[in-house]
C-alpha cells in the first residue's frame, strides 16, 4: 500500500453533461467521478489539483463553501450524479511552483489538508500526550534509571511492528488502469466490512535467557502496538478468543511465528451497525513469520487455518475465484448489495490475489451515502 495522495495534480479524463442540470457537469480523474460545480471551468485533458473523499480541507477563504461540512470531503450525491472528490483549477495552488508541476504530483502538505480519521485521530493524540510526558525535565532526568521507568513511566502505546503489514488497501479509483495490468488474473473477493482494523502476533522472543518467554504475544490497532491489557475491542477479543495461549501452542508446534490480522465488528465500533450483541472478529489475513521473512497464507490456507483455529472466523467470501471487470463503474456496481451480515448495505468488498500479492477495495457509494461517509 503506497501512501495516500490525498490533495494531488491530475489530468481531467473525460467530462460529460447531468441530465437535468445546466450550470454543473460530471468529470471523470483518475478512476473517480465528481460533479464539477460550474460547467466550462475545466477542458477534458486540462490538469487540475483533484482533493480525494475524506480529505479535510484547511480553514481558509478558498475553502468556505465547505464550513457547513467541517471542511471535510464526502461522497455526495448531485442531481442522481455521486461525486466523490472535488478538482480544483490549478490557482488554488497560489504561489506553488507551477514550472514543476506534472501528473501525480503530490501538493498534499504544500495545501495543508490532512486526512479524515477518527481512529487515527485518537491515536495521534495519544502520541502526542506520551510525548509531553518528555517535556518535564525532572520525569526526563529519572527515566534514565530502569527503577523509574518500571515503576512511573509505563507507556501503553508503541507504534505498529515494522515487520507486519499494515492493513488498508487503496481503492480502485486510484487504479484507472487495472484491467490492462490485472485483468487476465484470477481474484478473491470478499466482504468488506465497517469496523477497526486489528493485529494479533506471537513471534519468538530475540532476547535469550533462562527466565525469559519463548514467545512474545502482541495485539494492535490499525497504528499502535497496544502493551497493556485493557477493556478496548482489541483486548476483549484477545480475552475471549484466548488468543495468546492459542498462538502460542500453534507457534511451539510449528517453530514458526504467527500473524493473524482481521476486522473486528460490534458493541462500541463505528455505530455498530451490524447489530452484535458483543464483538466479533472476522479475519482477512494469515501470515507466518519465520527467521525475519513474512509469508501470507492465500486464501485456501486461511480456510483451513480458521477451521482448525477454534473460534476464529474467516471474512465472508463472495467470489472465491473471479476476473475482474472491464471498468470501473462494473466494479462500483459489484460492489453494491446488501451485507451478509445484517440488512445494511454492505460496505463495499476487497479484491485480492495472493499470488501476486495484489489487492484493494472497491466501496459501495450506497454506503457511504446512507452513513454520510
Known amino acids: 500500500m503506497s501512501e495516500r495522495k490525498l490533495a494531488s495534480i491530475q489530468r481531467i479524463v473525460s467530462l460529460s453533461p447531468i441530465e437535468g442540470a445546466d450550470m454543473i457537469e460530471k468529470a471523470v480523474v483518475l478512476g473517480w467521478e465528481l460533479v464539477v460545480a460550474k460547467k466550462d471551468t475545466f477542458k477534458v485533458g486540462d490538469l487540475c489539483v483533484y482533493c480525494e473523499v475524506d480529505s479535510i480541507l484547511p480553514d481558509k477563504p478558498d475553502f468556505e463553501f465547505l464550513r457547513d461540512r467541517k471542511f471535510r470531503i464526502k461522497t455526495i450525491k448531485l442531481k442522481g450524479q455521486v461525486s466523490q472528490g472535488i478538482a480544483f483549477p490549478l490557482s488554488i495552488l497560489g504561489n506553488y511552483k507551477l514550472k514543476n508541476v506534472c501528473q501525480g504530483t503530490d501538493v498534499t502538505e504544500y495545501l495543508g489538508v490532512r486526512k479524515y480519521d477518527p481512529q487515527a485521530e485518537f491515536e495521534r493524540k495519544e502520541i502526542e500526550r506520551l510525548a509531553g510526558i518528555d517535556k518535564?525535565?525532572?520525569?526526563?532526568?529519572?527515566?534514565?534509571?530502569?527503577?523509574?521507568?518500571?515503576?512511573?513511566?509505563?507507556p501503553t502505546r508503541i507504534p505498529f511492528?515494522?515487520?507486519?503489514?499494515?492493513?488498508?488497501?487503496?481503492?480502485?479509483?486510484?487504479?484507472?488502469?487495472?484491467?490492462?495490468?490485472w485483468g487476465h488474473l484470477e481474484f478473491t473477493i470478499t466482504e468488506k466490512v465497517d469496523g477497526?482494523?486489528?493485529?494479533?502476533?506471537?513471534?519468538?522472543?530475540?532476547?535469550?535467557?533462562?527466565?525469559?518467554?519463548?514467545?512474545?504475544f502482541g495485539v494492535c490497532s490499525r497504528n499502535f502496538q497496544l502493551l497493556?491489557?485493557?477493556?478496548?475491542?482489541?483486548?476483549?477479543?484477545?480475552?475471549?478468543?484466548?488468543?495468546?495461549?492459542?498462538?502460542?501452542?500453534?507457534?511451539?508446534?510449528?517453530?514458526?511465528?504467527?500473524?493473524?490480522?482481521?476486522?473486528?465488528?460490534?458493541?462500541?465500533?463505528?455505530?455498530?451497525?451490524?447489530?452484535?450483541?458483543?464483538?466479533?472478529?472476522?479475519?482477512?489475513?494469515?501470515?507466518?513469520?519465520?527467521?525475519?521473512?513474512?509469508?501470507?497464507?492465500?486464501?485456501?490456507?486461511?480456510?483451513?487455518?480458521?477451521?482448525g483455529f477454534v473460534g476464529l472466523k474467516l471474512v465472508t467470501i463472495l467470489y472465491p475465484s473471479v476476473s475482474l471487470l472491464p471498468t470501473i463503474p462494473e466494479m462500483v456496481n459489484l460492489a453494491k448489495g446488501i451485507s451478509r451480515k445484517a440488512d445494511i448495505p454492505r460496505e463495499g468488498i476487497v479484491v485480492r490475489n495472493y499470488e501476486n500479492n495484489i489487492s484493494f477495495k472497491v466501496v459501495n457509494p450506497d454506503f457511504l451515502l446512507k452513513y454520510s461517509e
Not at 511492528?161 to 495490468?181: A, C, G, M, N, V
Not at 497493556?228 to 514458526?256: Q, V
Open 161 to 181: 511492528p515494522s515487520f507486519i503489514h499494515k492493513t488498508d488497501e487503496d481503492r480502485i479509483q486510484l487504479f484507472p488502469d487495472y484491467y490492462e495490468k
Open 228 to 307: 497493556k491489557p485493557d477493556k478496548s475491542s482489541y483486548w476483549t477479543l484477545a480475552r475471549e478468543l484466548d488468543l495468546e495461549n492459542k498462538m502460542k501452542a500453534w507457534c511451539n508446534r510449528n517453530k514458526k511465528g504467527l500473524i493473524i490480522q482481521g476486522e473486528a465488528v460490534g458493541v462500541g465500533i463505528q455505530g455498530n451497525k451490524y447489530n452484535k450483541k458483543g464483538i466479533e472478529l472476522f479475519v482477512f489475513n494469515v501470515s507466518v513469520y519465520y527467521k525475519g521473512q513474512l509469508n501470507d497464507y492465500n486464501q485456501i490456507d486461511q480456510i483451513i487455518f480458521c477451521i
Open 196 to 216: 477497526q482494523s486489528a493485529t494479533y502476533f506471537c513471534v519468538q522472543n530475540p532476547k535469550r535467557g533462562l527466565f525469559r518467554k519463548k514467545w512474545l
Open 136 to 154: 518535564n525535565r525532572m520525569s526526563k532526568f529519572l527515566k534514565r534509571y530502569a527503577w523509574y521507568r518500571r515503576l512511573i513511566f509505563k
